[in-house]
């Protein structure tokens, strides 16, 4: 377990710096594009490229592309050099073409995510695409460097440099509020707006793709163009790869349907009055704040160990994959169980004195909060089921995940709908989440028991009964918080400064619970946690 904690506090280190000049980014763009149509334009268009990103190499490159750089590194005569340039070099012909394509059919790709806009709306959030698009060939080299950097053991760059991405775009959100007349006035937007918002957006990418692509020359690998298909085993990267495309595209099928009921609940809920913004700008930065824990935490842990893992296999060691997995999963949910449960209970008092400022309400924000503590019932679940994926994807199979990913996607889409028609459209965003909170849960099991056949168990009772263990020493610690919050509420309305209160006083005191009754219980990876930290703080 040391050894997984350590590489884990090494990501989880600039994971957070990341992840939290993420959130200064989201709160500079929050304050001056607001939560409203000019929001919902600027976040469709900045999710395109992630979203053809992840349709072409995201799902690709942690599921099939890392491991057999791992094989190629330990059995090709070169130590996989060859390999790597020719790989980087395919992918970048392919990123660059796709990207000129997009920039084209900018028009139609907004229209697939967003069909009850307005044309002003569309035609803004048409024109800030073109100016985005083409950070996804920038996008794509960074992630395959920091993939190849992975596979070497250099964790810090990938985890830093996404700071610089997003010190770039506080920069460019801060500009925007100084010398824009617009503000969150859709109507107001001026084409010299849309291209700073849009190419500052794309130059923060290219800033992090450069350090990522320095960092690994500086770790001994030197490119040269090479296309050697026949090297590259197109064969066996293209059975891998096929299933591995379709689970992304099952997956965005279903991310189409959130986009589209969301702006339409927000359509919906400016006809009859709503005094808050109600559509997928609400949802995403939501979604963002959940993805804080998750990506500090859980994301750490499964960069760290899904290289350990393919060695194991390749070694033919599954006793030694199964330990790999089991200490990981108990170092993740020591950590997340706690912040799941305190999401759930202070999601508004959190997204408050985060989001209530500039072109964002009061109630805008409380909003915000309450799709938060619905999703803060997804974290274990979500990253849980993460986390089981590559398991799969250590053995070098894509075609498991593609079924089980269909399935969440079916739960999703009809509690989605259920959600839609039947609740309110002041609430129809916070059904979106509750439908994928519960659609993550039943994923999360069935794969369990499917990872678990393939490898001989994956200490299940044990996994189990530690997690027990880690709720019922979180239960008291989410009771105190969720008192020092009604009783707070009972005093005095919810503002800026009660939820500051409320989240130092309910939160910190949840959290310290929390950790004594852990403590107490002798409940290891909590301890674990503490000391590696200790010990780093230290230095």
């Not at 409203?36 to 469709?44: C, E, M, P, R």
Request: aromatic share 8%; glycine share 10%; proline share 4%.
């Amino acid at each position: 377990m040391s050894k997984v904690l350590r590489a884990g506090a090494i990501m989880a280190a600039g994971t957070l710096v990341s992840r939290i000049t993420g959130l200064g980014r989201t709160i500079v763009l929050a304050s001056a594009i607001g939560v409203a149509a000019l929001g919902d334009a600027y976040n469709v268009a900045y999710t395109i490229p992630f979203v053809l990103f992840d349709l072409l190499m995201g799902g690709v490159l942690s599921s099939v592309i890392v491991p057999m750089i791992v094989r190629a590194r330990k059995m090709d005569d070169d130590g996989g050099l060859t390999y790597e340039q020719s790989l980087l070099t395919l992918v970048t012909l392919i990123l660059s073409i796709v990207s000129i394509v997009a920039v084209l059919l900018a028009e139609p790709l907004i229209g697939l995510y967003a069909t009850g806009w307005s044309q002003h709306t569309t035609e803004v959030s048409v024109t800030l695409a073109r100016f985005i698009l083409p950070q996804i060939t920038f996008f794509g080299v960074g992630a395959l460097a920091g993939a190849m950097l992975n596979t070497r053991d250099r964790f810090a760059a990938p985890m830093w440099a996404p700071v610089l991405n997003n010190l770039v775009v506080i920069g460019v959100g801060a500009t925007y509020l100084a010398i824009s007349n617009a503000g969150k006035n859709i109507d107001e937007v001026t084409d010299s707006d849309l291209m700073l918002l849009g190419l500052g957006t794309t130059a923060g990418i290219l800033a992090q793709s450069i350090v990522l692509v320095i960092s690994l020359r500086r770790a001994g690998f030197s490119f040269r163009p090479r296309l050697d298909l026949r090297n590259l085993k197109l064969g066996e990267l293209g059975r891998s790869v096929v299933w591995t495309l379709l689970y992304v595209g099952i997956t965005q099928i279903g991310y189409v349907l959130t986009t589209n009921l969301a702006i339409k609940a927000g359509e919906m809920s400016k006809e009859i009055g709503v005094p808050y913004g109600a559509g997928i700008t609400p949802y995403s930065y939501a979604f963002m704040l959940f993805q804080l824990p998750y990506g500090i935490i859980a994301v750490s842990m499964i960069t760290a160990v899904l290289p350990r893992m393919s060695r194991h296999v390749a070694d033919e060691r599954l006793d030694l994959l199964r330990e790999e997995f089991s200490s990981g999963v108990q170092v993740v949910s020591a950590a997340l169980v706690p912040i799941g449960l305190l999401l759930a209970v202070l999601g508004p008092t959190l997204s408050l004195p985060i989001f209530a400022r500039g072109a964002v309400s009061t109630a805008d924000a409380i909003y915000i909060g309450q799709i938060l503590q619905v999703f803060g019932l997804a974290l274990v679940p979500f990253s849980l089921f993460q986390m089981l994926l590559r398991v799969f994807y250590s053995l070098g199979d894509t075609r498991t995940p593609t079924f089980l990913v269909l399935s969440i996607v079916v739960v999703n889409a009809t509690l989605s709908l259920i959600s839609f028609f039947f609740l309110p459209p002041g609430y129809a965003v916070v059904g979106l989440a509750l439908a994928f909170a519960i659609s993550y849960t039943v994923g999360a099991a069935a794969t369990w028991v499917l990872a678990g056949s393939r490898v001989g168990g994956l200490h299940g009772s044990q996994v189990f009964m530690g997690m027990s263990r880690m709720y019922c020493a979180a239960i008291p610690g989410g009771l105190i918080a969720l008192g020092v919050l009604w009783l707070t509420r009972g005093l005095t309305d919810l503002t800026v400064l009660s939820a500051i209160t409320i989240l130092a006083v309910g939160g910190g005191c949840g959290i310290a619970l929390y950790l004594v009754i852990a403590h107490r219980m002798r409940i290891t990876q909590v301890s674990s946690i503490i000391e590696t930290v200790a010990r780093r703080a230290a230095r």
